[in-house]
């Protein structure tokens, strides 16, 4: 874990955000409570580990603290600013960018926004779609629907293009929305333009549906995608219940971890086994999962099993790795696997099964933001 690393040798990471240069505007917002550049929030909430980076790290392990600043670099009526998505979709993502845009608007006063269509490609020389215009009005009722209204792409683009065009459009805010490529892509263009010594801020806005990014507590869209996992639950135990021996396996999405999966399962008392990637499958033995689902069986006649789509990839040995435009190594289907294992299994042993099989992996991602999320959304657009 990401966290263990850190513990373990504090002076290793470097916490620090650098600055294009001391703040000189007035910020146009009405209100009396400003973030001073000093807040820092710590990396450790646990008392002993902050005694122990006090006593013994060089300098204290800690994060620079979101919000409003009284003193701005930038000039907001000269400045203009740019909101992109990227990878893939996530419930909230066109509240984050209704959010981004309000604030700029109305609270800052800045009157020039673009989005940049489809991620990254859309700021080189292969973008087929030109940006778009953002304000209030435009963006007004698209926290209705899910998705995203500027689109998205994967893969890798070369910095020096993308501030190329950043330039060239006088853009100096850019407000990234994504997961860890995306922020890698937006690092990139900060050094990029630091390099160039271009005063462009770029601003990273955290997202990922796996609620998997280090050092970030929750990310948005996972409420929504645990509440509708859940729903669908209720649909495999129905499923499972009005067959005999009926078997209700769910798929969900998680490719290196089971935070969906488990927090779905918890949330919905019907689920009897919950497979994640962080431990290794074993189907065969008496602590295997075909006893286990015998013995369940046996007692009610029916089972509901949910399975993180990164689980149980130890199965697939002989399998060779590909990978997506982002770099992420492709899962083979689990889901497919215990479909057709547990069946064989069941009926070589004269004991025949019913299995019903749900993958609703792109419908939980794909929906409109529920109100926790909407909130949770607004706010880190407010503190972008």
Do not use: W
């Amino acid at each position: 874990m990401v966290y263990e690393h850190v513990l373990a040798n504090p002076d290793g990471f470097d916490f620090r955000i650098d600055a294009l240069g001391q703040g000189t505007y007035e910020t146009p917002i009405q209100q009396q409570v400003f973030i001073d550049e000093e807040d820092r929030i710590s990396f450790s909430s646990q008392v002993k580990n902050i005694q122990s980076q006090i006593k013994n790290c060089k300098t204290f392990p800690s994060f620079e603290k979101a919000g409003p600043r009284q003193k701005l670099f930038h000039a907001p009526k000269q400045s203009r600013a740019a909101v992109i998505t990227c990878g893939g979709l996530c419930p909230g993502l066109n509240n984050v960018i209704k959010g981004v845009v309000n604030v700029l608007e109305k609270e800052y006063g800045i009157n020039h926004i673009i989005g940049i269509r489809y991620g990254y490609k859309g700021l080189t020389k292969k973008a087929t779609t030109e940006a778009i215009t953002l304000n209030s009005r435009v963006v007004d009722q698209i926290h209705k629907q899910g998705g995203t209204i500027l689109g998205s792409s994967r893969g890798n683009q070369d910095p020096g293009e993308m501030v190329d065009e950043l330039e060239e459009q006088g853009i100096n805010l850019l407000f990234c929305i994504g997961g860890d490529g995306t922020l890698k892509g937006a690092k990139a263009i900060a050094e990029e333009a630091m390099r160039r010594k271009a005063q462009i801020s770029v601003i990273g806005i955290p997202k990922t549906i796996d609620n998997d990014l280090g050092f970030v507590e929750k990310t948005f869209g996972f409420e929504t995608s645990v509440q509708v996992a859940s729903e669908i639950i209720t649909c495999a135990h129905s499923e499972a219940e009005g067959a005999e021996r009926g078997v209700g396996i769910v798929k969900l999405m998680g490719r290196d971890s089971g935070f969906i999966s488990a927090t779905a399962s918890l949330a919905n008392s019907v689920v009897d086994f919950c497979l994640i990637p962080e431990i290794p499958v074993e189907l065969d033995g008496v602590n295997g999962l075909y006893a286990a689902l015998g013995k369940r069986l046996d007692q009610n006649n029916h089972a509901v099993l949910v399975v993180a789509e990164g689980a149980g990839q130890e199965l697939f040995s002989n399998s060779n790795q590909r990978m997506d435009q982002s770099g992420n190594i492709l899962k083979e289907d689990i889901g497919e696997l215990l479909k057709n294992c547990i069946a064989s299994h069941f009926k070589e042993i004269n004991n025949p099964v019913s299995i019903k099989y749900l993958d609703p992996s792109y419908h939980i991602r794909s929906v409109q933001a529920n109100a926790a999320d909407a909130v949770f959304c607004y706010q880190l657009a407010e503190y972008a």
